[in-house]
């Protein structure tokens, strides 16, 4: 399924508009996917979320600090069509837990 990622632009805190490789094209929420953890914690700055790019040798989205995201799931996301064999777990809220 592997279709890259041409285009990517943050339109607001972590809501990027992305275009692929073959006119499909979408807003994605990131914060409904991620958590701002680990690697991906300096996105939860908005002004740094801003700062994404496209790496056209992956065909996915960039930060300058390493962090990328599959390019087949933000496709699945943006087009409906399911992953064969990939569910998307949803992120759990770490501080409503006990």
């Known amino acids: 399924m592997l279709k890259d990622i041409v285009s ?4 607001a805190p972590y809501q990027i508009h992305l ?3 073959d006119g499909i094209e979408g807003v994605i929420d990131l914060s409904k996917i991620i958590q701002f953890s680990g690697i991906f914690s300096a996105l939860a700055d908005p002004t740094y979320f801003a700062t994404v790019q496209v790496n ?3 065909g996915t989205i ?3 600090n390493g962090a990328d995201l599959d390019p087949d799931v933000l496709y699945s996301i943006v087009s409906g069509q399911p ?5 998307i777990e949803p992120k759990h809220d770490r501080t409503s837990e006990p």
Do not use: G, L, M
């Open 8 to 11: 990517a632009q943050a339109i």
């Open 19 to 21: 275009r692929f490789e």
């Open 56 to 58: 056209p040798e992956f």
């Open 62 to 64: 960039v930060w300058e």
């Open 83 to 87: 992953i064969p064999n990939y569910t």
